[in-house]
């Protein structure tokens, strides 16, 4: 599976380094929000998700904020690796089980 | 759990000829999704399923497009005639319905129109 290529955001980072990733939503009524994590060749893959009554989440070296109030999401890597190089989208889900995807982010881990 | 499973992984065929790609997502998910990713338009819902029955088929581009479900452990998206512009990759995806639940993405099948 190609990821989303040329016109993508990027973001370098060291590898050691913390990453953020930010994402604007656009519906205040989704209830659900999930980080994808896509590499070069494959399909979006599950990272976490934080429900609506939530402002913040925490996963092994992951963490996802929530602020309803301006419609942001972001996505704090700690400690970032080669192997975090990839495409990042956030989603968004509102009543009818429909998952809406933003546009994605490019990281880049430089050694 | 084998996961979604896409087949073929890629496809090439020329223009006006009819196109297949199947899925069988994972056993006891109740819901099916086709989704098309250009660099252009990035990850786009064509259409979903919930318990074999199509719900939301909005973003089919146009009549050329057609998918099925014709159980609860395959599905075909079909294109007839194919042109150039659906050169793409086509995501199936699988969950078990609900609010809660991320979605599980196959690996998706490349398909170019020459």
């Known amino acids: 599976g190609e990821s989303v290529g040329l016109h993508l955001p990027t973001l370098s980072v060291q590898e050691g380094d913390n990453s953020i990733i930010n994402c604007a939503y656009s519906n205040s009524a989704s209830d659900y929000f999930i980080w994808y994590k896509q590499e070069s060749g494959k399909g979006p893959q599950f990272i976490i998700d934080i429900r609506s009554n939530m402002d913040k989440r925490q996963g092994q070296r992951v963490t996802v904020l929530l602020n309803k109030t301006v419609k942001h999401l972001s996505l704090q890597i700690a400690a970032t690796q080669p192997g975090d190089s990839a495409v990042y989208f956030c989603a968004e889900k509102a009543a009818g089980n429909k998952l809406t995807f933003g546009g994605g982010t490019r990281v880049l881990v430089k050694p | 759990d084998a996961g979604v499973i896409q087949s073929p992984r890629h496809e090439v065929t020329e223009m006006g000829q009819e196109v297949t790609l199947r899925c069988k997502p994972i056993s006891g998910h109740n819901s099916l999704f086709w989704y098309r990713q250009t660099m252009m338009r990035g990850l786009e819902l064509l259409i979903y399923?919930?318990?074999?029955?199509?719900?939301?088929d909005s973003g089919m581009p146009e009549d050329r497009f057609s998918a099925k479900m014709p159980n609860a452990s395959f599905s075909t998206l079909k294109i007839q005639p194919s042109e150039p512009r659906d050169s793409a990759v086509y995501f199936c995806?699988?969950?078990?319905?609900?609010?809660?639940?991320?979605?599980?993405f196959g690996s998706g099948t490349r398909l170019t129109v020459v």
């Open positions: 399923f919930n318990n074999n029955v199509p719900i939301d």
């Open positions: 995806a699988s969950d078990r319905g609900g609010l809660s639940y991320g979605y599980t």
